[in-house]
């Protein structure tokens, strides 16, 4: 009698993601060379091929996944341009594409360092007239929200050591560091925030989280509606 072949159940994007950066995570740390089989960088059909192995992630998850993480920054692409010699003696250019995890990717894993470069790097910010200061989560805001975003750093920090599903860890956190970004700024888009904190403040039924989230709650009032 035949087999029947077991269907995966299906993931969420934001775990399916998890999982792929983790992957590259992984490779670059025990890389012996800078691409190739052992490298860092490796091509999207290996990709493809190690996380159907791993996961059973099919070709469309992997691809849209990718497509995510280049865009938001946590993976790179590099193209190694070569020519091939055709059978009359013309040379072809061939690009070949890598992808590997950078830095941004590397501190969404093990969290911000000594080495982590500030979010505003580049930018003078003497010259906006504004005191900026940075937090213990390594965001950078206006002094003058910093009763706020002391408050949100540490319901983050809560939110990451609870035992909630590592997506849900992912999502709000990312909703906490749009509120953050946001308090960069003199004039903070209240939209923006409302909209996050929506979502942040669902963080409640955490265990261990609710005080965290009712000390934002008295603090964040002035920014939503």
């Known amino acids: 009698m035949a087999k029947v072949k077991a269907i995966r159940e299906a993931l969420p994007n934001n775990e399916i993601r998890r999982l792929m950066l983790h992957y590259f995570y992984d490779r670059n740390k025990n890389a012996t060379s800078s691409m190739g089989k052992k490298g860092a960088a490796v091509k999207i059909s290996d990709v ?18 990718m497509t995510y993480l280049l865009s938001q920054g946590w993976v790179e692409e590099k193209s190694v341009e070569k020519q091939v010699r055709a059978k009359g003696g013309t040379l072809i250019p061939s690009v070949t594409k890598y992808y ?20 505003f790097h580049g930018i003078k910010i003497e010259a906006t007239g504004q005191n900026i200061i940075t937090l213990g989560d390594g965001n950078q805001i206006n002094s003058q929200f910093s009763e706020l975003g002391e408050a949100l750093a540490t319901l983050r920090e809560a939110i ?15 909703d906490i560091d749009t509120v953050q970004s946001q308090l960069a700024k003199a004039q903070p888009n209240r939209s923006i925030i409302s909209t996050a904190w929506k979502a942040i403040k669902g963080a409640a039924a955490i265990y261990g989280c609710a005080g965290f ?5 008295g603090l964040i009032t002035r920014f939503v509606s």
């Open 160 to 174: 990451t050591k609870s035992d909630t599903p590592e997506a849900d860890k992912l999502s709000l956190v990312a």
């Open 48 to 65: 493809k091929a190690d996380l159907k192995k791993r996961h059973s992630f099919t070709q469309q998850e992997v691809q849209s996944n």
């Open 213 to 217: 989230v009712e000390r934002v709650a």
């Open 100 to 119: 590997q995890i950078n830095a941004t990717g590397i501190d969404k894993i093990e969290g911000s360092g000594e080495f982590t470069m500030p979010k």
